[in-house]
């Protein structure tokens, strides 16, 4: 099968910085990969230029079909629906409930009928265990349950590929542990997920191929099981 993600020597820039240099890195359609790594190390940049919101200015990279060299700023929507993000802080709108916050989306990915667009939020409403809080205000409902909803909102366009920033990050390990059950769900269901964190402890607890950014660059780590 054909690689979903390609990168090769690639160095990664913040303005006239280069955070990551070297960076080779190919993942398999399904696979579940982390990146780990000490905050500033590069994560994530190495995701941002993944969705594009990063240029890649140096190697080359392939992701989801795109070539990211050449990347025009046009083509960053359509690569964005092939991918769901997920954010350390869920990023949801605070003024409009669940539903709205996923219909906005959904409109804003050029979807319009109204009844599809119903059945796409109960979907995948119940894909991450949240059928109930479908009228709830984000600030009516835990971190937990905000980060399933933004799960829920990373998969309304059914991409390949969700791309986790520190995913856990501000949630207790309880809850944590219950966000990855549900990615490890996702993935177990086909799509590939890349994540980025530095919760040791989680990655002991789910144990998958792990790349580690360290003195800028990125190299696969064996990791030992207990
Ligand atoms: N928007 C930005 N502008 C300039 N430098 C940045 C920006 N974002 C991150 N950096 C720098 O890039 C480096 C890597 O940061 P980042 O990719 O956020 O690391 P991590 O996600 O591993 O914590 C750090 O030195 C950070 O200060
Ligand atoms: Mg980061």
Same mark, same amino acid.
């Given at each position: 099968? @054909?690689?979903?993600?390609? =990168?090769? !020597?690639? %160095? $990664? *820039?913040?303005?006239?910085?280069? +955070? #990551?240099?070297?960076?080779?890195?190919?993942?398999?359609?399904?696979?579940?990969?982390?990146?780990?790594?000490?905050?500033?190390?590069?994560?994530?940049?190495?995701?941002?230029?993944?969705?594009?919101?990063?240029?890649?200015?140096?190697?080359?990279?392939?992701?989801?079909?795109?070539?990211?060299?050449?990347?025009?700023?046009?083509?960053?929507?359509?690569?964005?629906?092939?991918?769901?993000?997920?954010? @350390?802080?869920?990023?949801? =709108?605070? !003024?409009? %409930? $669940? *539903?709205?916050?996923?219909?906005? +989306? #959904?409109?804003?990915?050029?979807?319009?009928?109204?009844?599809?667009?119903?059945?796409?939020?109960?979907?995948?409403?119940?894909?991450?265990?949240?059928?109930?809080?479908?009228?709830?205000?984000?600030?009516?409902?835990?971190?937990?349950?905000?980060?399933?909803?933004?799960?829920?909102?990373?998969?309304?366009?059914?991409?390949?590929?969700?791309?986790?920033?520190?995913?856990?990050?501000?949630?207790?390990? @309880?809850?944590?542990?219950?966000?990855?059950?549900?990615?490890?769900?996702?993935?177990?269901?086909?799509?590939?997920?890349?994540?980025?964190?530095?919760?040791?402890?989680?990655?002991?607890?789910?144990?998958?191929?792990?790349?580690?950014?360290?003195?800028?660059?990125?190299?696969?780590?064996?990791?030992?099981?207990?």
């Amino acid at each position: 099968m @054909q690689p979903v993600l390609t =990168l090769k !020597d690639v %160095n $990664v *820039y913040q303005g006239n910085n280069a +955070v #990551l240099t070297n960076i080779n890195l190919e993942v398999k359609p399904g696979e579940f990969i982390y990146i780990i790594g000490k905050t500033g190390s590069g994560k994530s940049s190495l995701m941002k230029t993944l969705y594009a919101d990063l240029k890649l200015r140096e190697g080359e990279g392939t992701f989801v079909d795109y070539d990211l060299t050449k990347l025009r700023e046009r083509d960053i929507p359509y690569l964005r629906r092939k991918i769901g993000i997920v954010f @350390q802080d869920f990023k949801l =709108l605070p !003024d409009r %409930n $669940v *539903y709205d916050n996923l219909l906005f +989306v #959904l409109k804003a990915t050029g979807w319009s009928e109204k009844r599809e667009m119903e059945v796409k939020i109960n979907e995948v409403l119940d894909k991450v265990g949240m059928k109930h809080a479908v009228t709830k205000m984000p600030h009516q409902i835990s971190g937990g349950e905000q980060q399933r909803i933004a799960v829920a909102r990373a998969l309304l366009n059914d991409p390949e590929v969700i791309l986790a920033d520190e995913p856990t990050g501000n949630l207790d390990p @309880q809850t944590s542990v219950e966000v990855m059950q549900l990615l490890r769900e996702i993935n177990q269901n086909g799509k590939t997920i890349i994540m980025a964190t530095h919760d040791y402890a989680l990655i002991m607890k789910f144990p998958t191929k792990t790349l580690k950014v360290d003195s800028g660059t990125l190299f696969e780590v064996v990791q030992r099981t207990i």
